[in-house]
């Protein structure tokens, strides 16, 4: 298998520019061999676009040309591709211009003349890189192939778990809830639930239930017949007999009223519905998978949600990570998301810088694989190159760094950097008290203590022994 994976391998792409004639003969005769493409170009200018062309690797310039200069060269290949290897060379050597060049992003500075053998040998080493980074790009594709469940990507335990989860669940399941914040890929979980499960030839019906107006819910759920209502100028079928012979999808179900929560009940219990406005009572064969981002077991502790509904609900229940929780998942869902935006806007993409990727790995991911998603449809846009930079990312990404200075550039004190980082976690859960004080690895208790002396505190007012309210937000 290796070695056909080597054979299908594009060859490696030297570029070579420089004013003399003879000493790009030498160079393209020593370095030409299987599986590598030497071109050559005396005229600086057209040299620099060549370098600029799709699939190359390895770039060599002279320093001083007419024209154009090396370092200017240098300049330009990192500004679009800086996964290209450019090597300098020149004949006047200055401790001064090596160190320049580095710092500009070069990754050799060599003398001319130069030996056949410290050549071949120095620029060896560039080719073999590029050559594994090849490689590697064929594996991560092959391994985003391996790891994947319906459209799921991921191998880390954490998600390895949930494919284990579907698996098991999906032939036998009536009912399945699926908890993860918003962005996890609740609804992903349920395609792939769907598509492994015996009901996978019928439809998949999708309801929010968050985006449901309350007075609509009943015949958004259940049906209407004509002139049940003010607007009924037909018969309609609900989202249960749409499902029929299928599943339905609820998602956000714990955004649903409390009257229709017992209306939900008596459906999943006798699989019939009645719709708006008719006594007869329609049966319907389905499965139910239901969604949330909240936490429904502390609703039903708060009178929120109905108690006999959860269980209903949720006899198997497969609990979804957060994308920061599963960040050795992030480079398989780079290359899955590249290669689909790449494709979708007929991009020449092949990866992503390094400075790009350490960012990405350093982002706090509030929106989880949405996010980063979304994140993908932007950089492939804007790409203009066939490497997404740093440059091509949102702005959003680029400056959110979380330092001491996150609220602001002014220094602070260690209590200032916990109160920022505890009101940015409440953020992001939508001041969920109970789950910011999970992530924080803190009681509910000693965040409400921390939250009252920090108001109190900034108020310039005595802090005196607090209690949590009985109820949270």
């Known amino acids: ?64 040309m007419p024209g154009l200069t090396g370092l200017e060269i240098l300049e330009e290949i990192v500004k679009v591709n800086p996964t290209v290897s450019v090597i300098l060379l020149t004949g006047e050597y200055s401790a001064e211009s090596a160190v320049k060049a580095i710092q500009l992003g070069a990754s050799d500075y060599l003398t001319k003349p130069i030996a056949i053998e410290l050549l071949h040998g120095r620029v060896g080493k560039f080719v073999a890189v590029a050559r594994e980074r090849l490689r590697a790009a064929q594996l991560s594709r092959e391994i985003v192939e391996s790891f994947q469940l319906e459209g799921i990507v991921g191998w880390s335990p954490l998600m390895l778990q949930v494919f284990d989860s579907i698996r098991r669940v999906a032939p036998h399941f009536r009912s399945v809830l699926v908890r993860g914040a ?21 439809p998949f019906v999708v309801c929010n239930c968050a985006a449901v107006v309350e007075t609509l819910f009943e015949s958004e759920l259940f049906g209407h017949i004509r002139g049940a209502f003010t607007g009924a100028v037909d018969d309609r079928k609900g989202y249960f007999e749409q499902a029929h012979k299928g599943t339905l999808f609820l998602d956000e179900i ?66 979804l990570p957060r994308l920061f929780e599963r960040k050795e998942d992030l480079p398989l869902l780079e290359r899955h998301f590249l290669e689909r935006f790449a494709n979708q806007f007929r991009k020449p993409l092949v990866g992503i810088s390094r400075k790009a990727q350490i960012l990405l790995a350093s982002y706090g991911w509030p929106g989880n694989v949405r996010e980063l998603e979304n994140v993908f449809a932007h950089a492939c846009m804007m790409s203009q190159s066939e490497v997404i930079d740093v440059h091509d990312l949102p702005e959003a990404i680029r400056n959110a760094q979380f330092s001491v200075s996150d609220a602001g550039t002014d220094l602070c004190s260690l209590e200032e950097v916990q109160r920022r980082h505890i009101v940015r976690v409440l953020k992001l ?32 007012m005595p802090v005196p022994p607090s209690t949590p309210p009985s109820s949270d937000n």
């Open 182 to 202: 918003t962005g996890t890929g609740k609804e992903l979980v349920a395609r792939s639930l769907h598509n492994l499960s015996p009901f996978r030839t019928g």
């Open 1 to 64: 298998m290796s070695s056909q994976r080597t054979e299908q391998l594009r060859p490696i792409r030297i570029v070579a520019i420089d004013d003399n004639a003879e000493f790009l003969g030498f160079v393209a005769q020593v370095l030409s061999e299987k599986d590598t493409e030497v071109v050559t170009e005396s005229d600086p200018r057209k040299g620099l676009a060549r370098a600029l062309e799709q699939h190359t690797d390895v770039v060599l310039s002279d320093l001083m």
């Open 429 to 460: 859960v939508n001041n969920n008290k109970n789950e910011a004080a999970n992530i924080l690895g803190i009681s509910r208790t000693t965040l409400y203590r921390f939250l009252t002396d920090s108001d109190e505190k900034e108020q310039g």
């Open 254 to 319: 714990g955004d649903t009223p409390p009257g229709i929560q017992a209306k939900l009940l008596r459906v999943l219990q006798d699989h019939k519905v009645q719709r708006v406005g008719s006594p007869t009572l329609r049966e319907v064969d389905l499965q139910v998978i239901t969604a949330t981002n909240r936490d429904l077991r502390t609703m039903v502790a708060e009178k929120q949600f109905r108690e006999d509904l959860y269980y209903r609900i949720a006899p198997v229940e497969i609990l």
